[in-house]
């Protein structure tokens, strides 16, 4: 791409590009004697005031009274000229509050004047027009640059009156005509952030609208009143002004039902987002609205265009800086472009991280989509055109920050693993690849980790798909795919499912890796667990004998994977009635979970309940209860409180306290591990039939058979339905 415009077409989506015209023209200067109209000075306040508003205030305004206060603050404040600055994202509604406030303030001032400032021009043109109406002859008697120097004069003339500068875009176009006023008031509206606090008295951001309060707004717009329906909806739009009256409007003029609208907003954003009510002004549609702002960053800044293209791929969410980094050629490259982006207000920036509004992501991918669907054939290069391009971009750009995942890096990964979801559904397989099904993976791992098994199994199965596709069925990354895919089946209760991928797994790793690699002993270790899981611990217990040997090692005894190995054969152990055998491999593998690991690790946790299980079996219960304690607090610490594992160690100690005769201080722990066990895992996975059953027993224990009865029925329903 050899040109500007043309580079800013293949980004933007522009069917015309964008045209470069020279430079910007210079800032009005108002010095100069304003002839050959009268002193100015000599000219009075209008008896009844002068008001010269762009239009009515909206009557739908909602949500802003703190703004107006602060704005409000500063009209008695100090001497001489009192500026203040509004800056804030394209339709986060800036104009509107200016409005509002002029509007609502209009008595206390000799003269209100509205200026449309975006250009110097536009400045000169809106002084002019107050000088026309201070001075009738003014029209015919002079040019409107003098017609804008002698309003200046008049301005410093006379006190008390309000200026408003709505939509500046470079500072330096107003800075000059702050610097000729005195004795009054002027209130600036800006998309740019490009440090007013140094010429003004005050400056405020103004953000998007609270929930509650966008709520209210479109639901007094679209005339319905559907308070559930609208949440959603505000929440969609991001609760940006702009947003809420485009889709109130529309939704009140075509009848549309507010859940309607919303299934057409998520399957169509970029048509939703262009749809405006007749009679509206179609140029201040959301997806329009930001237009300027997107040709000025392209002309100026093609690594921005590169971030803006990025961040349209993910999450609506903090973002670290440093994700972005393969995305310019040196951190001041991406400092300069975060911070002209900033600078529009097109995201939000602090030192450590970056966020985007959701609408301006997906005007922004709606755009690069449909040059990618317009492009369609042009060229004989699969994957070709800035789509693709910001695809791999951003896939790569998460590859290289995502860490492996384990307990130390989990807030690293709370933090990436929305962004990789939201690219992932961006995403198509034959452009990701491997890659993709790499990145996917990893985050199913992480949500598997947290307990959110649904998720993971979604997110694994894709990412089978892809690496069957891009490597051949036999390649080792497809046994690991496989591998995880089936555990995760696992912890769903379908163990019937998970076997045969094991045992695939197991044959590709066995020959593309040797048998005694440490993959190998992964393969073989949770083969055993769903052989043991489907009633078969016999077959079990020698791959898992056969696991830990190949651990031992090639990992070493102290291992923490040698801790895996030898509590997964514990319970085995357990199941077979060899309790016995099973207490010093569990003893021996919390020891090494403890030293390498640390006291408040999660798989400590397991450690300590499964050594606790297998005690209680062995008739010593009162030694059980403090490790289960101790267990409990460790997960309840670590993990999420609907964790599947808190809801195991719940359900551990329960049983543990009714063993010990003391069945009232079992049942709440026992109706908290079900409600957690039904949230996480669903209303008929085996593990509810488990908590169903043993709460049931705690009642009968309690005198109360009539309520386990009922209980006892569903978890037998569980257990035999097919």
Known sequence: MATAAGARSAAWGSSSGIVQTGDRARAVQFTGPPVPLGPPSQVPVPVAGLVGLPKPPARTFVGRDEQLAQVGRLVAAGAGVVAQAVHGLGGVGKSELALQFAHARRGQFTVVWWVLADTPAAIESGLAELAFRLHPDAQVAATDEQAAVWAVGWLQSHPGWLLVLDNVEHRDDVEPLLADLTGG????????????????????????????????????????????????????????????????????????????????????????????????????AVARVWSVTLTEVAAHNRTAVTVLNVLSCLAPDDLPREVLSPLAGSAADLDQALGLLASYNMLTLTDATVTVHRLVQAVIRAQLQTTAADTAGVSDTAGSGAWTTTLRTALDALNTARPEVEFATWPRWAVLSPHISALAGCCDDATGGNDLASLIAANAYFDWEQGRYQAAVQAETRALAISEQALGPNHSDVATRLHNLAVTLRALGRAGEAEPLQRRALAISEQALGPDHPYVAARLDNLALTLADLGRAGEAEPLQRRALAISEQTLGPDHPTVATRLNNLAITLRQLGRPGEAEPLQRRALAISEQTLGPDHPYVATELSNLAVNLRQLGRAAEAEPLQRRALAISEQALDPYHPTVAIGLNNLAVTLRDLGRAAEAEPLQRRALAISEHALGPDHPDVAVRLGNLAATLRDLGRAAEAEPLQQRAEAIRQAP
């Open 185 to 284: 008031h002027v209130l600036i509206t800006t998309r740019r952030d490009v440090g007013w606090e140094d010429i003004t008295d005050g400056c405020l951001r103004l953000e998007v609208l609270r929930p509650d309060a966008a709520v209210a707004l479109l639901r007094r717009l679209s005339g319905q009143d559907d308070p559930a329906s609208a949440a959603v909806l505000a929440g969609e739009l991001g609760c940006l002004p702009l947003a809420l009256q485009q889709a109130g409007a529309y939704l009140r003029q075509t009848r549309t039902a507010m859940a309607g609208y919303l299934l057409q907003l998520r399957q169509d954003p970029a048509g939703m987002l262009r749809a405006v009510a007749a009679d509206t002004d179609a140029e201040r």
